[in-house]
């Protein structure tokens, strides 16, 4: 197994991204997929490490990274130091970061016998999930897209905490971290980029135009992301497949930290849906 930790992706004029990569050389031509972490999260959050690791293991590359300003650091990837670069973060930045990393997995695996650049995966999760859906509905590189706990509408999640008057008076507005119990700022440049963009972050839009297939996976037991989202897409695009994971909540049931070198048996099933789907 060729595990890649912590590569950074150095960029003109814009931050650094972090990525790590999962390949076996057991299997030649791999598709890759690439994980797209969700609202607060980071690419070494809970049991992701483990479940990259077993998608790796049954001949699928996986590529697995922190969105540019998700307020981790080169140095320090999981505890947000960089709470600046959270609070200037929006949809357009991720949108553009993930395009970013798709050039760097083409261009990095161009002539790796184990990998196959024209198989081009993305998997989403949560906020990340409506990312992937817009970029698979616009981006003919991307033949599938899976999508675990997804949202299906960015426009009733801008303006969720407080009232917009206020923040656009005060120009940010906290929200708390309750893992590490940090005031996490947004900035109201948030919001106006959101408006300025709002034709291209339609996420029912962009779900209606997928030429791709699509895999919706939810938990019944989400109380972040309702599982009426996950029906909400399925509903706009019937040729997509819906699986729902009983008693499973918007982490599969793992935590942060994961200590235990096994997946829990929802995360288990996601990971089988995952593979099946993608070698299919």
């Not at 969700?38 to 969105?67: L, Q, R, T």
């Not at 996420?203 to 909400?232: C, F, M, R």
């Amino acid at each position: 197994m060729q595990i890649e930790k912590n590569k950074i992706l150095h960029r003109a004029h814009k931050k650094p991204i972090l990525l790590d990569t999962f390949y076996s050389e057991k299997f030649s031509n791999q598709p890759i997929v690439i994980f797209c972490h969700g609202y607060k999260g980071f690419k070494d959050w809970g049991a992701w490490n483990i479940m990259a690791k077993s998608i790796a293991e049954a001949g699928i590359c996986v590529i697995k990274f922190n969105f540019s300003h998700n307020g981790g650091t080169m140095e320090n990837p999981i505890d947000f130091p960089d709470l600046d670069a959270f609070g200037n973060n929006n949809y357009s930045l991720e949108l553009d970061d993930l395009n970013d990393v798709i050039n760097w997995a083409t261009k990095t695996f161009k002539d790796n016998p184990f990998v196959d650049i024209n198989n081009l995966i993305l998997i989403g999760h949560s906020r990340g999930g409506g990312i992937t859906i817009l970029k698979s509905s616009k981006d003919q590189r991307i033949k599938k897209l899976i999508t675990l706990a997804s949202v299906c509408d960015f426009s009733k999640r801008t303006a969720t905490i407080g009232n917009l008057e206020e923040w656009k008076k005060l120009g940010v507005k906290y929200v708390i971290n309750g893992r590490t119990k940090q005031q996490m700022p947004h900035y109201y440049q948030f919001y106006e980029d959101f408006k300025a963009n709002e034709k291209q972050l339609d996420i029912e839009a962009a779900e209606k135009q997928l030429q791709v297939p699509h895999l919706i996976i939810h938990g019944n037991n989400d109380t972040s992301v309702s599982i009426n989202e996950a029906y909400t897409l399925h509903r706009w695009n019937p040729k997509s497949k819906l699986e729902i994971i009983e008693a499973a909540d918007h982490v599969f049931n793992v935590r942060h930290p994961w200590d235990k070198s096994t997946l829990s048996n929802e995360l288990q099933t996601v990971v089988s849906l995952i593979t099946t789907f993608v070698k299919k």
